[in-house]
């Protein structure tokens, strides 16, 4: 059945959504609240620290910020989550993404709050967009997308400054994810859905020749979610997603690996530059995989284990797989020291945590690697610093040109 267009609606919630069965949150039951600790470029106040300190090439903790359960770095902005489920964003407000007016540059270059009624759970951040998901299912979102011809808007083809719902009948969303500029939706009942710039076909429910502002039914095909079709005749389920930048990544109930999107550096591990439509990516099968992460031209994901694979484009180190390495067409194992439980990709470089709270980072040499220097790392370095000392990394976020860490005290 249709989906009605996607509307706009008032924000505070009406009393009957309060008997929606909760979004279990993970986030808290997995990570306890911490402080926030930014490295990187913050020229446009993204480090949240604000506007006299424009850089930290090693990680600095960000005062009066505390008891934050995730961090979401996106492409000039940072978007944190608190322990009692409030979005608090500091960086580039031009175009929306932090989500709260900022009449001056100091109010955007430090942590403020976004007006949201109701629990939030999960958050994520592209360039310059950001969402947020209620415990009851609901989705929020506030900046813009963009394609080849500028601004796209998110709804209506307008840069959205505060909060919007995104509403597609009585669809409950358990989980969310973001690209540059697209938006990956999981059902509570096992669907994918998408919005945002197809140009890439990383929303893969969009022909090559329909997937742009050109086609006939233009934006508004883009910007209303809708979901992902299978060519297979039963119905699949899909049990996780996550995004690179222009493209998209989903685990089915048996395990398998579905993309699409962009491809151009073999980033999804099949064949062609462009797919517009979801195809299986043989190559992660036979393992568990339980994180993936993407950034312009590379992809890394997480196994079961605790091993770390990458593959795509070698360039400035981000595969992590040495100086002589080529460029990987199939996920390729990265050596760390220990079992890693989350990774993270900036735009070109690759962040991984291990279980007993360490940061690794690689690839291109800028301060964002949090090692203290400019240089290319081309394979994993330990992430040090005065303000880790007696830290437990719990949580790490690559963004375009800075990274952020959650951190609690060593016990």
């Known amino acids: 059945q249709k989906m009605s267009r996607t509307a706009k609606r008032k924000i505070p919630a009406s009393p009957g959504r309060a ?18 600790l930014v490295m990187g470029d913050g020229i446009a106040g993204q480090l949240g620290l604000g506007t006299e300190i424009t850089e930290k090439p090693r990680p600095a903790e960000l005062p009066n910020l505390n008891n934050i359960i995730d961090v979401q770095a996106g492409g000039m902005h940072t978007v944190c989550l608190t322990s009692d489920f409030k979005v608090v964003t500091f960086g580039c407000n031009d175009e929306g993404a932090l989500g709260r007016s900022t009449s001056d540059e100091e109010s955007s270059s430090v942590p ?8 939030v759970v999960q958050i994520c951040a592209g360039d310059c967009h950001s969402a947020a998901l209620l415990d009851t299912g609901r989705l929020f979102v506030w900046g813009t997308f963009r394609d080849s011809h500028g601004a796209m808007g998110l709804i209506n083809r307008r840069i959205e400054k505060t909060p ?23 059902s509570t009942e096992g669907h994918v859905y998408t919005f ?35 060519k297979v005749t039963f119905r699949l389920k899909f049990v996780d997603i996550w995004t690179g930048s222009y493209n998209t990544f989903a685990k ?60 795509g484009r070698k360039e400035y180190g981000r595969l992590g797989l040495g100086k002589n390495c080529e460029d990987a067409v199939v996920p390729t194992k990265v050596d760390i020291k220990g079992k890693c439980t989350e990774i993270s990709c900036g735009s070109f470089a690759s962040f991984a945590l291990t279980e007993d709270g360490h940061v690794y980072s690689w690839g291109q040499g800028s301060t ?19 303000q880790l000392e007696n830290k437990t990394v719990t949580k790490v976020s690559g963004g375009g040109q800075h990274a952020v860490l959650l951190a609690s005290p060593s016990t």
């Open 252 to 311: 089915d109930s048996e395990g398998n690996i579905h993309v699409f999107g962009l491809n151009n550096y073999k980033q999804m591990g099949v064949e062609s530059n462009l797919y517009f439509h979801p195809t299986s990516a043989k190559c992660f099968k036979g393992k568990n995989w339980i994180q993936i992460s993407g950034g312009e031209h590379h992809s890394m994901a997480l196994d079961d284990q605790g091993i770390v694979y990458t593959l």
């Open 368 to 386: 964002m690697l949090g090692v203290g220097d400019e240089d290319d790392r081309f394979e994993p370095t330990l992430v040090k610093g005065k």
């Open 164 to 186: 919007v719902e995104i509403t597609l009948g009585d669809m409950r969303f358990k989980k969310i994810a973001s690209g540059a500029h697209h938006i990956a939706l999981l």
């Open 19 to 36: 008997k929606q069965r909760r979004i279990e949150n993970k986030i808290r039951k997995k990570r306890k609240p911490g402080t926030v």
């Open 196 to 230: 945002g710039c197809g140009e890439q076909g990383q929303l893969g429910r969009l022909s090559e020749r329909i997937a742009n502002r050109e086609a006939r039914n233009g934006i508004a095909q883009l910007l209303a979610p809708g979901e992902i079709k299978m």
């Open 112 to 119: 403020g709050e976004v007006e949201l009624a109701g629990t």
